[in-house]
């Protein structure tokens, strides 16, 4: 066990330390090339400002990972090779999903790539997870099901991953949210497998955290009249949405046996993604019912309602970040005593509620200021 707390501090320290040094190391690159994502209508920033901070994610995490493992082997401890031995096939396909997204995602960045594109790259990644084992075969009592076959696990699975990935993806709007639900995201999953002993996802879960961490301080604090501010990207939030993707449906094939409490597992693995994926689904559906292309952006997303009821962006940031805290914990806590199935009814419920209220609220804003009151 302090094995195995030792790495996984390391994992997450040497990812700050290496990501900390990288992502200075990006923005000088970026403002001597003229690389920058410019404001427009849609936008909320006002100033050029990089968005390349995702690149620093995906080497540093393999990165920190290869240099533990050899550290190891030096030092004649061979645990961490046998962990990654025993699941090699879902690693090694899974990093290479990664890389892939990572490379679309940069070319996104840098000269733009089509949705459809995207949509079957990410349909790819989907399919090379299950290539590598893993894939929904349970719904653990949602709806009443149970062990589901291949023809249909295999299709959920690709649309899950299509899913989460254009979540996080979509999330990233203001300052500090996506990295910030994604760094309580791999917290809380890191822990998750920390408890049910596997390690080596709990470690790659500590390491992206780590790279999270000194983005969210460049990202969130950072100044951008004094070149101290970047955006993740495309990049960025491919890259971490697809490892949010990999760590989700692994837990999912774990059995209510032997979690910690034996909590659902379902919950355990899409609590941390709750509010993202509420709000696709919210502004996917807003725009099919106004007509609009439900791919194209636009500002109907949470964070939207939030500033356009009079919050600042942090506050939004933070508010919205709280709130999937809370949607984690009340979520794990009621698993506990109640079926499944009310617990998804009742965060619907809440979800759908607290729209409707930030709509009024931004029917009164906009009344008042019609006005002039």
Not at 31 to 45: C, G, N, V, Y
Not at 277 to 296: A, S, T
Not at 344 to 369: F, Y
Request: charged share 10%; net charge positive.
């Amino acid at each position: 066990m302090i094995f195995w707390i030792v790495n996984c501090s390391l994992a997450f320290l040497l990812c700050v330390f290496c990501a900390g040094i990288v992502i200075p190391q990006i923005l000088l690159i970026a403002f001597r090339k003229q690389l920058f994502d410019l404001p427009d209508e849609r936008k909320i920033h006002h100033c050029a400002v990089p968005r390349l901070g995702g690149i620093a994610f995906k080497p540093v995490v393999f990165f920190t990972i290869a240099l533990l493992l050899g550290i190891n082997m030096v030092l004649g401890h061979s645990e961490m090779l046998a962990e990654i031995g025993n699941d090699i096939r879902p690693l090694a396909f899974a990093f290479c999903s990664i890389m892939i997204l990572y490379l679309i995602g940069m070319a996104d960045d840098l000269i733009g790539i089509r949705y459809r594109a995207k949509f079957v790259i990410q349909i790819l990644c989907g399919i090379m997870l299950i290539a590598g084992g893993i894939y929904v075969n349970d719904l653990h009592g949602i709806l009443g099901i149970h062990t589901i076959p291949l023809w249909l696990g295999y299709p959920l699975t690709i649309l899950i991953v299509v899913f989460i990935i254009n979540a996080i993806n979509l999330i990233d709007g203001i300052d500090g949210l996506a990295s910030g639900l994604c760094s309580i995201a791999c917290l809380f999953y890191g822990l998750t497998f920390f408890g049910l002993h596997q390690y080596i996802y709990a470690m790659l879960a500590f390491a992206t955290l780590g790279v999270l961490v000194p983005f969210f301080y460049y990202n969130v604090f950072g100044n951008a009249e004094r070149r101290k501010k970047i955006f993740m990207g495309d990049t960025g939030s491919l890259t971490i949405g697809m490892m949010l993707c990999f760590l989700s449906l692994r837990l999912t094939m774990c059995g209510p046996n032997g979690n910690p409490g034996n909590v659902h597992p379902m919950v355990l693995a899409f609590s941390p993604l709750l509010v993202p994926g509420c709000d696709v689904v919210r502004v996917y559906l807003h725009r099919v019912r106004n007509g609009k292309n439900p791919f194209l952006p636009d500002k109907n997303h949470i964070h939207h309602k939030l500033l356009a009821i009079g919050m600042k962006q942090r506050s939004a940031m933070i508010t919205i970040i709280s709130v999937s805290t809370v949607f984690i914990l009340l979520n794990i806590l009621l698993s506990l005593y109640f079926d499944v199935n009310w617990i998804i009814l009742g965060d619907v419920l809440i979800w759908t509620l607290a729209n409707i209220w930030l709509t009024k609220r931004i029917e009164q804003v906009s009344s008042r200021l019609a006005t002039g009151k």
